[in-house]
């Protein structure tokens, strides 16, 4: 994963995807993602690889 692995509450980009998410919980080493404005079924990341830290917990808000 890019820029530093995630944690739990950190917002990440699934470039595999192109969308925005948030780190809700790590299994394994791979990351379970969220939609940023909730809802929708989590998932784990195709490509861990591609999953770019944009900002850590506690530094970020939606607009």
Known sequence: MGDGMPEVGDLVRDEA????????DI???QPLLRSVYGGGTPWIPE????????????DWRLP
Request: proline share 4%; charged share 35%.
């Open 27 to 29: 299994k394994a080493g």
């Open 47 to 58: 490509d861990p690889e591609r999953v770019k830290l944009q900002a850590r917990r506690g």
């Open 17 to 24: 995807l192109g969308e925005n998410a948030v780190v809700t």
